[in-house]
Structure formats: structure tokens, C-alpha cells
């Protein structure tokens, strides 16, 4: 039986000016604004009411920028951890895990937290809409999105750097109104993004727009309310792996919108944000006290990015210095940039998996690290909250109970096409 749901009001804010306008369908910016700002949100609903776990994802529609509700979704989550807690000393260690772990109630066919964001990217989507979705991902958002949008007939082009499509499994075959082109070997996610702004120059196609889409970073978000609703207060520290920062940003959005809600203390968590050394952009940048993202030589970027085992957090042009991005949101609620070696990481996911007993994406993995030294340095005190977001899991179980297939590529297209080599391989896929 298909449950409705009944959208909750809202109008967008621009959080660089404070103006408020109402959403055209699918705005990413205001029109009004001369310096570049996210927008967020300003929902009518001030206190949230939490569906049923039937609902998936959309329990958390109070706070979703959508129109319907798609099929499929599962919720984040929370749950207090003995296992690692009593291995850190911690006495407030709470665990979202996003991912696949039916014994928890997380069902997550792609097992990473992606899907909670094209869930709410998908259902804010207007029904009439036919234009082509683009997404460009390092391999999570894209396999989220081919699911998600392959189960809810959605139209969707996909650019992903061919070195990461090992990441584009499926436990079912992926529908035809989904496309996927690569940018050839050699090649990471900025190319892939940059294919994909090509590809939204052509009439018919419309950016997914990333952090800009409220509806991606508010799917996201439902981590924290998760975790929050679960707990009954907000915690006093929040732990997560970033590529872009986009889930950060997310989770201080939703931050503010429970202080406002009044029921759950009126604190900000501490952004405990990591990556994967080499590969240090927004760490880097953290630690000079720099808005501006620090310069990065393209070549040895992607000599780092092939080093580190967590490729999903390869992101070279996060939404950072952006009004209302990563570094007003460290800014404000306080915090740090942390960075785990492979080695590090793939330690404490073996850690992860002794004491709570499955398994954890190597992004994942790069946060529990972060926590292990946050301890070992007294950063964090046994009895502090603690929000540790693992943003995928399972998987290593979900393939070995099910029979997995891949998606190949449509087309293989050298780093930097010419705009009309794209136009006419495009036209003819979605013709």
C-alpha cells in the first residue's frame, strides 16, 4: 500500500542575506544575491513530528523539502553502542548508521547514507517534471541516486570518474531511464563534475546542484534527527568522515532547526570533521584559518586521491568558503578537521567490526578513527554525547547474501570533451 504524506510548507532563505523567497520548483540559489550563499529551508512546521518506521526516510517529512514520498526509502539508525563505548571508556557513545543492518532496522540497499538524499532530492521533484536529472559522484551518490531513480521511474544521467564504477553495484538491474557516462581512467571527481556542468548546458538536462539543493543536504540531515529524537537531547559532539562537508553543513541546519524546536537543549554540536591523509583540501585549509580553499595542484590531487582507500572523499572543490558552507558551519558551532591515514582507518574499522559487529565503509572507518585519537587525546571526556554518523555499512554482508550485478558505462569520454562530442552523445542516450 503507497503512504502519503502531506507536504509541510516552506520558503527559502538565503543564508548570506537573510531574504526570503519562495521555491520556483527547483532553485539552488537566490536570484538576488551578488556573492555566492547557500539557501536553506525555513520550514512552517516548528516542531517535529516523527512518522512510523514504515515511512522510510519521509518520518522525518516535517522537515523534508519534498512533494511526495518515493518508495524504497529506510530511515537512519541511532542506536547507543556498548561495544565500542566500553572499548573508548565512553559512557555516551551513540551510533547512526545508515546501511544495511536488518537486525536494526537499516535496510539500506546501497548501504551508504546517499540514499537519504536522493530520496529527497527524488521527492522534491515535481510529478510533471521531464527534464533529465544530472548527478556527478565519486561512486556512494551515484549508486544511491541509479537505485533510487531506476525504482521511481526518474530520468537520470550519471557522470562518474571509470575508476570508480567498481562502486555502481546493484542487487537488482539498473532501468534504462538511467544513464551512466565516465570520464576515462587517470581521471577523478572534479572531471567528473565538470562533465557533468557540460552536460547540464544542454536544454532538457537540469543540474541535481549538490550542496545548493536543499532537499540533498535536508535528506542528509535526517542523520541528526535521528540521532537527536533517539537520544532526547543534542549531542555534544558530531563525528563524520566529509568530501564535500555537505553532510556537516547538514547536520548544523538540522542542529538549529531542534534548537528551535525547543524539546531537545539549545547547544551546538562540535563538528569533529575528518579525512583521508594524503588528501587534505578542507583540512588544510581549516588549519590556516582560510575561507578560501588553499591552492591545489590538479596533478598532485589526483596522485593523492589514488593513495587514499576512502575515494568517496575526494572531493577538490567542496562547498567550503561558500556563505553558509563548511566553514561558517565549523565557524559557529566549533570544532575541528581531523585526518586518518588508510592505515588508521582500516584498524579502526576492524575495531568497529569486533566490538558492534558489522562491517563499515571505508569512509566510515576514517571517522571511527578520528574518534579512537579524539579519545586517546582527551579531546572528548567519557562522559560527553557523542554523535558518531557511520555514513555506510554492511555491504561486505549485503553482497554475500545477494546476487550482485554492475552497471556499465554508456559512454567513456576523455577528461576535458569538447561541448559538442558531449551534446551528441548525450542526445542520441536519451533520445
Same mark, same amino acid.
Given at each position: 500500500?503507497?503512504?502519503?504524506?502531506?507536504?509541510?510548507?516552506?520558503?527559502?532563505?538565503?543564508?548570506?542575506?537573510?531574504?526570503?523567497?519562495?521555491?520556483?520548483? +527547483?532553485?539552488?540559489?537566490?536570484?538576488?544575491?551578488?556573492?555566492?550563499?547557500?539557501?536553506?529551508?525555513?520550514?512552517?512546521? !516548528?516542531?517535529?513530528?516523527?512518522?512510523?518506521?514504515?515511512?522510510?526516510?519521509?518520518?522525518?517529512?516535517? +522537515?523534508?523539502?519534498?512533494?511526495?514520498?518515493?518508495?524504497? /526509502?529506510?530511515?537512519?539508525?541511532?542506536?547507543?553502542? =556498548?561495544?565500542?563505548?566500553?572499548?573508548?571508556?565512553?559512557?555516551?557513545?551513540?551510533?547512526?548508521?545508515?546501511?544495511? +543492518?536488518?537486525?536494526?532496522?537499516?535496510?539500506?540497499?546501497?548501504?551508504?547514507?546517499?540514499?537519504?538524499?536522493?530520496?529527497?532530492?527524488?521527492?522534491?521533484?515535481?510529478?510533471?517534471?521531464? /527534464?533529465?536529472?544530472?548527478?556527478?559522484?565519486?561512486?556512494?551518490?551515484?549508486?544511491?541516486?541509479?537505485?533510487?531513480?531506476?525504482?521511481?521511474?526518474?530520468?537520470?544521467?550519471?557522470?562518474?570518474?571509470?575508476?570508480?564504477?567498481?562502486?555502481?553495484?546493484?542487487?537488482?538491474?539498473?532501468?534504462?531511464?538511467?544513464?551512466?557516462?565516465?570520464?576515462?581512467?587517470?581521471?577523478?571527481?572534479?572531471?567528473?563534475?565538470?562533465?557533468?556542468?557540460?552536460?547540464?548546458?544542454?536544454?532538457?538536462?537540469?543540474?541535481?546542484?549538490?550542496? %545548493?539543493?536543499?532537499?540533498? @543536504?535536508?535528506?542528509?540531515?535526517?542523520?541528526?534527527?535521528?540521532?537527536?529524537?533517539?537520544?532526547? @537531547?543534542?549531542?555534544?559532539?558530531?563525528?563524520?568522515?566529509?568530501?564535500?562537508?555537505?553532510?556537516?553543513?547538514?547536520?548544523?541546519?538540522?542542529?538549529?532547526?531542534?534548537?528551535?524546536?525547543?524539546?531537545?537543549?539549545?547547544?551546538?554540536?562540535?563538528?569533529?570533521?575528518?579525512?583521508?591523509?594524503?588528501?587534505?583540501?578542507? &583540512?588544510?585549509? +581549516? %588549519?590556516?584559518?582560510?575561507?578560501?580553499?588553499?591552492?591545489?595542484?590538479?596533478?598532485?590531487?589526483?596522485?593523492?586521491? =589514488?593513495?587514499?582507500?576512502?575515494?568517496?572523499?575526494?572531493?577538490?572543490?567542496?562547498?567550503?568558503?561558500?556563505?553558509?558552507?563548511?566553514?561558517?558551519?565549523?565557524?559557529?558551532?566549533?570544532?575541528?578537521?581531523?585526518?586518518?591515514?588508510? =592505515?588508521?582507518?582500516?584498524?579502526?574499522?576492524?575495531?568497529?567490526?569486533?566490538?558492534?559487529?558489522?562491517?563499515? &565503509?571505508?569512509?566510515?572507518?576514517?571517522?571511527?578513527?578520528?574518534?579512537?585519537?579524539?579519545?586517546?587525546?582527551?579531546?572528548?571526556?567519557?562522559?560527553?554525547?557523542?554523535?558518531?554518523?557511520?555514513?555506510?555499512?554492511?555491504?561486505? @554482508?549485503?553482497?554475500?547474501? !545477494?546476487?550482485?550485478?554492475?552497471?556499465?558505462?554508456?559512454?567513456?569520454?576523455?577528461?576535458?570533451?569538447?561541448?559538442?562530442?558531449?551534446?551528441?552523445?548525450?542526445? =542520441?542516450?536519451?533520445?
Amino acid at each position: 500500500m503507497t503512504k502519503s504524506i502531506e507536504p509541510t510548507p516552506y520558503v527559502l532563505e538565503c543564508v548570506n542575506s537573510g531574504m526570503q523567497f519562495n521555491d520556483k520548483g +527547483w532553485s539552488l540559489d537566490s536570484e538576488f544575491e551578488k556573492e555566492p550563499s547557500l539557501i536553506r529551508a525555513i520550514y512552517a512546521k !516548528k516542531q517535529i513530528e516523527i512518522k512510523d518506521a514504515s515511512y522510510g526516510v519521509f518520518r522525518f517529512a516535517d +522537515w523534508l523539502p519534498v512533494h511526495k514520498m518515493l518508495q524504497g /526509502s529506510s530511515a537512519p539508525v541511532t542506536y547507543k553502542s =556498548e561495544g565500542l563505548a566500553k572499548h573508548l571508556g565512553l559512557n555516551n557513545l551513540y551510533i547512526t548508521f545508515s546501511g544495511y +543492518w536488518p537486525e536494526k532496522g537499516a535496510n539500506f540497499r546501497t548501504c551508504s547514507f546517499k540514499e537519504t538524499e536522493a530520496y529527497a532530492v527524488g521527492g522534491r521533484l515535481k510529478s510533471d517534471n521531464k /527534464s533529465i536529472l544530472v548527478v556527478a559522484s565519486a561512486g556512494n551518490t551515484a549508486r544511491a541516486f541509479a537505485r533510487v531513480c531506476s525504482d521511481n521511474n526518474i530520468p537520470l544521467l550519471l557522470c562518474v570518474p571509470e575508476d570508480n564504477i567498481g562502486a555502481l553495484w546493484f542487487d537488482a538491474p539498473i532501468k534504462d531511464n538511467v544513464k551512466l557516462v565516465v570520464t576515462k581512467s587517470g581521471s577523478d571527481y572534479f572531471d567528473a563534475i565538470h562533465l557533468s556542468n557540460l552536460a547540464c548546458q544542454i536544454n532538457g538536462f537540469i543540474a541535481e546542484g549538490g550542496a %545548493k539543493n536543499v532537499a540533498r @543536504r535536508d535528506g542528509m540531515g535526517t542523520t541528526t534527527l535521528s540521532a537527536v529524537t533517539e537520544i532526547g @537531547r543534542i549531542p555534544d559532539y558530531y563525528f563524520q568522515a566529509i568530501g564535500s562537508g555537505t553532510g556537516a553543513i547538514a547536520a548544523w541546519e538540522a542542529n538549529l532547526r531542534l534548537i528551535q524546536d525547543g524539546r531537545f537543549g539549545n547547544n551546538l554540536m562540535k563538528l569533529m570533521v575528518s579525512q583521508n591523509a594524503p588528501f587534505l583540501p578542507i &583540512h588544510d585549509a +581549516w %588549519k590556516a584559518n582560510s575561507r578560501p580553499m588553499l591552492p591545489l595542484d590538479d596533478d598532485v590531487a589526483r596522485k593523492q586521491v =589514488e593513495e587514499i582507500d576512502a575515494k568517496v572523499l575526494s572531493n577538490r572543490k567542496p562547498p567550503y568558503s561558500v556563505y553558509g558552507g563548511l566553514y561558517d558551519a565549523m565557524k559557529h558551532a566549533g570544532g575541528d578537521v581531523l585526518s586518518a591515514t588508510n =592505515e588508521e582507518s582500516i584498524e579502526a574499522g576492524n575495531i568497529f567490526k569486533e566490538t558492534e559487529g558489522n562491517d563499515i &565503509h571505508p569512509a566510515a572507518a576514517v571517522a571511527t578513527a578520528t574518534l579512537i585519537q579524539a579519545v586517546k587525546q582527551g579531546t572528548v571526556k567519557k562522559d560527553d554525547c557523542i554523535m558518531l554518523n557511520i555514513t555506510g555499512g554492511g555491504e561486505k @554482508r549485503f553482497k554475500s547474501e !545477494k546476487e550482485i550485478v554492475y552497471l556499465q558505462p554508456h559512454h567513456v569520454f576523455n577528461i576535458d570533451p569538447p561541448m559538442h562530442v558531449v551534446q551528441n552523445v548525450l542526445t =542520441e542516450l536519451f533520445k
